[in-house]
């Protein structure tokens, strides 16, 4: 079992930046991969940002692309992100979750959320 703990949601306005972060325990962190989602009012929840488990690899959704920053420290059981330039459109909440290593498998393991709403 992962317990994953969100935190450093909050209220910005438009332009502005905010860090989210995820500690981990109940495995060892780097035998997971991670990844941040996020559901906005209205909306299904959509991906946003993954990392493997060593940071080696990352992938983002086009709409984050070049704005966001996944990143995580192993030594802290930790995965942040690091959101600039934010929009209205970027209001959700966000969630982290986690994977094992196997190729395929589904991220089985997920937060209770961190509320991230941008003013325009």
């Known amino acids: 079992q992962v317990q994953l703990v969100e935190s450093g949601g909050g209220l910005v306005q438009a332009g502005g930046s905010l860090r989210l972060s995820c500690a981990a325990s109940?495995?060892?962190?780097?035998?997971?991969?991670m990844g941040w989602f996020r559901q906005g009012p209205g909306k299904e929840r959509e991906f946003v940002a993954s990392?493997?488990?060593?940071?080696?690899?990352?992938y983002y959704a086009s709409s984050v692309k070049g704005r966001f920053t996944i990143s995580r420290d192993n030594a802290k059981n930790t995965v942040y992100l690091q959101m600039n330039s934010l929009k209205p459109e970027d209001t959700a909440i966000y969630y982290c979750?986690?994977?094992?290593?196997?190729?395929?498998?589904?991220?089985?393991?997920w937060g209770q959320g961190t509320q991230v709403t941008v003013s325009s």
């Open positions: 979750a986690a994977r094992d290593l196997v190729p395929g498998a589904s991220y089985d393991y």
């Open positions: 109940g495995r060892t962190f780097s035998s997971i991969h």
């Open positions: 990392i493997s488990w060593n940071g080696g690899t990352t």
